[in-house]
């Protein structure tokens, strides 16, 4: 069965109920050369329409260049001369295999009958398996022959691609395209993306709705800017304050703390990384307060808004806030006194 794997990005009807109304537009990139492929569009612009629009033309071609090429390869394998090289190869393998087992020590007579008969099948069975993969290969051209006829290669030429991809830039948020290697929706006014360094690995920050790098990508990981106002079961969506307050937990190696909209490091990122990575305020009695584990002795503790310990590491299991209850408590369920 033919299949056609195509790497596409976002075909724009908008999502009903949409939390935000800038929406992420991820592009395939034309070629090598080509190293844009992240945009957002304002949904709720004047122009939107005809952004989106655009976006929708350059994913049709982007498919059509795709169908095109897969045709063009399926043509050419059917007088590939490499693929009956490889069986014949494969086959003779086989019989050398065969070959060699024969003349091990101790076979029995029926598992040598087995044998000998396998061996004696290999011409018949390579004939069968070429006559088979050729009548594959034949119908896979015919396929690609019947979708070339449809397409028109002018279509989609680097040169009319990439001028679509220009055209689209006034249509995006800061008027231009971003070559990040990953990208979120926003939250709260900032989308995080990643780049990569020449390790392959990658490194986050954040976009504001200017469409402007609003803080540098340094972290090794960055959670969105999120509150209760935009709660959800998406790991990237959790409140982290039960106020509007506008941090985000970042991780530099195996420390986490939290930074505020402008980058500016509010919660010293000198605490331990768990598995759930975050740090999440939450309004008690004594203040706001979040329990975190010390990276050095690795219990848990509690601290205040100043990155201060008001509760020195104490617990050796996590602590975690019981949203029922009003309280933290302890891996036993036991209430922490504050």
């Not at 690609?144 to 220009?166: H, Q, V, W, Y």
């Not at 982290?240 to 490091?265: A, C, F, H, L, Y």
């Not at 009695?285 to 008001?310: C, F, H, P, S």
């Amino acid at each position: 069965m033919r299949k056609i794997i195509i790497s596409l990005f976002l075909l724009l009807p908008l999502a009903a109920g949409a939390q935000e109304r800038y929406r992420t537009l991820r592009l395939e990139q034309v070629n090598d050369a080509d190293t844009l492929n992240i945009g957002w569009i304002d949904t709720q612009s004047p122009n939107a329409a005809h952004g989106i629009a655009l976006v929708n033309t350059y994913a049709e071609l982007i498919t059509k260049r795709a169908q095109y090429r897969l045709a063009q390869s399926e043509i050419g394998m059917a007088g590939n001369n490499e693929i009956s090289g490889e069986m014949d190869a494969y086959w003779e393998d086989l019989r050398k295999t065969y070959t060699q087992m024969l003349q091990q020590q101790g076979l029995g007579a029926e598992e040598r009958k087995e044998i000998e008969q396998a061996l004696a099948d290999i011409d018949k069975n390579k004939a069968e398996t070429r006559r088979q993969v050729q009548s594959q290969l034949e119908l896979n051209a015919n396929a690609g022959r019947e979708s070339m006829a449809g397409l028109d290669p002018s279509e989609f030429t680097d040169e009319r691609l990439l001028l679509i991809k220009n055209s689209l830039k006034k249509y995006v948020l800061g008027g231009r395209l971003w070559g990040f290697s990953s990208a979120r929706d926003f939250r709260n006014g900032f989308a995080a993306v990643a780049r990569k360094d020449r390790n392959g690995d990658e490194h986050w920050g954040f976009v504001n709705r200017a469409g402007k790098l609003a803080i540098p990508c340094r972290w090794d990981e960055a959670f969105n800017f999120n509150n209760h106002r935009y709660y959800s079961t998406n790991v990237w969506d959790r409140p982290e304050d039960e106020d509007d307050r506008p941090w985000t937990t970042v991780r530099k190696g195996n420390s986490i703390g939290m930074i505020d909209s402008t980058g500016v490091v509010r919660i010293p990122v000198s605490f331990a990384r768990t598995y759930r990575s975050q740090i999440v305020f939450v309004k008690t009695a004594k203040g706001e307060l979040a329990a975190v584990q010390d990276a050095k002795t690795r219990k848990w503790g509690l601290i205040d808004r100043e990155g201060n310990w008001y509760k020195q590491p104490f617990s050796a299991g996590e602590l975690e806030w019981d949203p029922d209850r009003r309280c933290f408590i302890d891996a036993d369920g036991k209430e922490i006194q504050l």
